[in-house]
């Protein structure tokens, strides 16, 4: 099975921090992207990547820019978190743009503070 | 432009009844799929179910079965036989394949199953 895994499951930050979220997948797949995920609003797209180096922004990249230097890795950056920024934070991946699913890892639970 | 919407915040079923979740859906575009997806209380995501716009017949996974009502533009999840394991936030989301499009996500339904 494929494996999507975050690297902290818990974190809080300082308000002005620089924040990196880090998200792993094992199966080669091609595109990654990251949710956050807030109560009564659902998944909401940050941003995705379909390539090493490439990037797109999704529904709110505000506040957030991302990393892709490996196929593997994709990272999530808070340049000065806020505390607006306090949520979940989901990564996925798919093994490609015409792939039905994705499959997610658990999750990392940031608080700001 | 897309959205989902999922009108029950919580539910609560006895255990081994079944239990709709209710889900609907606003697209423009003719080619399209519909997805639920289970998050337990460990966080991950898990996929359930698909249904594409074009399918015919209702999809069924085990448990799961997906109500699919096009013309009212509806995507109900039907579980089967609740067990306390099914107790979780669900998410209804929906892609738009034409233009590759990514996941759009309602805002979840708690189901809490009761022993």
């Known amino acids: 099975d494929v494996k999507v895994t975050q690297s902290s499951r818990y974190l809080v930050k300082r308000t002005g921090e620089k924040v990196f979220l880090e998200c792993v997948q094992d199966?080669?797949?091609?595109?990654m992207f990251w949710y956050r995920q807030d109560p009564g609003l659902g998944l909401r797209l940050i941003y995705f990547s379909y390539d090493v180096k490439m990037k797109e922004k999704g529904d709110i990249p505000e506040g957030y820019s991302v990393s892709r230097e490996k196929k593997e890795r994709f990272s999530l950056i808070l340049e000065s978190a806020s505390t607006n920024q306090t949520s979940m934070y989901l990564c996925?991946?798919?093994?490609?743009?015409?792939?039905?699913?994705?499959?997610f890892g658990s999750g990392t639970r940031l608080t700001v503070v | 432009a897309q959205k989902i919407t999922q009108t029950q915040p919580g539910m609560f079923v006895q255990e081994k009844e079944a239990v709709t979740l209710d889900c609907t859906y606003d697209t423009s575009d003719q080619s399209y799929g519909l997805f639920w997806y289970k998050q337990p209380s460990s966080g991950e995501m898990i996929f359930l179910i698909y249904q594409g716009s074009y399918d015919e017949q209702n999809a069924t996974e085990g448990r799961y079965s997906l109500n699919f009502q096009k013309a009212r533009k509806s995507a109900n999840l039907v579980i089967s036989a609740s067990q306390l394991g099914d107790s979780a936030m669900y998410f209804c989301a929906m892609r738009e394949f034409l233009y590759g499009q990514n996941f759009v996500f309602g805002p979840g339904t708690r189901l809490s199953v009761l022993p």
């Open positions: 199966m080669d797949h091609e595109n």
């Open positions: 996925a991946s798919s093994l490609s743009q015409g792939a039905i699913t994705y499959t």
